[in-house]
């Protein structure tokens, strides 16, 4: 069956730092994957996409790498503030915008 | 521009008894999906409407059913409800471009939900 890990446990990092999240999934064959982040008690923001034939995708303080072969995104944050804090989603692309998540991994930035 | 708005923010039903949501997209959005987040999970697509019709579903049994109005606003019905339909109800707009299409969804701050 179709499958999305997350790291299920909380990234700890010091401000300044960059975090690394790691998006993993299985018998998919997707054409796109998109990030969001979510706030305690608020919905999903969207953040980056990155298709199939893009091997990283920049915005700003963030990048996302897109292994079809590993079936793997990464996720990083360079020069992370505690702003930062929050839980980020990955969602491959099934079809007709229909997004199936992992679990999310949570992180949080200590000053 | 407002966003996607969803009322109400919080709900407290119990078991048994039919709750109904509400949505309304981003302007400019024409699909609408329904997603269910339990505690400490990723979001769980329910379904999506698209001219007013079902287009998708996920995993989730007949007790839950919706609709789309002209206006694309949407409502999401649940029936008999579970201990365990407790949860956050999130809506996401999109604007459709096809099967292919890879538009972000814009989510609202969705409906807690709570079963007693």
């Known amino acids: 069956s179709q499958k999305i890990e997350q790291n299920s446990e909380a990234l700890n990092i010091q401000e300044g730092k960059t975090a690394t999240l790691t998006c993993n999934y299985t018998?998919?064959?997707?054409?796109?994957l998109q990030w969001y982040r979510q706030d305690p008690g608020r919905g999903p923001v969207f953040l980056l996409l990155i298709r199939e034939n893009e091997k990283e995708k920049r915005k700003e303080r963030l990048k996302v790498t897109f292994d079809t072969t590993l079936k793997q995104s990464l996720f990083h944050i360079t020069a992370s503030q505690p702003a930062d804090s929050a839980t980020y989603l990955c969602a491959p692309f099934t079809g007709f915008q229909k997004l199936v998540f992992g679990t999310g991994t949570r992180l949080l930035v200590s000053p | 521009d407002a966003g996607v708005t969803q009322s109400p923010t919080h709900l407290i039903k119990t078991r048994g008894q039919q709750v109904t949501l509400r949505c309304s997209p981003k302007?400019?959005?024409?699909?609408v999906s329904w997603y269910q987040q339990a505690l400490g999970q990723g979001p769980q697509f329910i379904f999506q409407y698209y001219e007013e019709e079902e287009r998708q579903r996920g995993n989730f049994p007949d007790r839950f059913s919706g609709h789309q109005f002209p206006n694309y606003s949407s409502e999401l019905n649940v029936n008999a409800l579970l201990l365990g339909d407790s949860a956050l109800y999130l809506c996401?707009?999109?604007?459709?471009?096809?099967?292919?299409?890879?538009?972000?969804?814009?989510f609202g701050d969705g409906t807690r939900l709570s079963i007693l």
């Open positions: 302007s400019g959005h024409d699909t």
């Open positions: 018998n998919y064959s997707p054409a796109y």
């Open positions: 996401a707009s999109s604007l459709d471009r096809g099967v292919r299409s890879n538009q972000p969804q814009h």
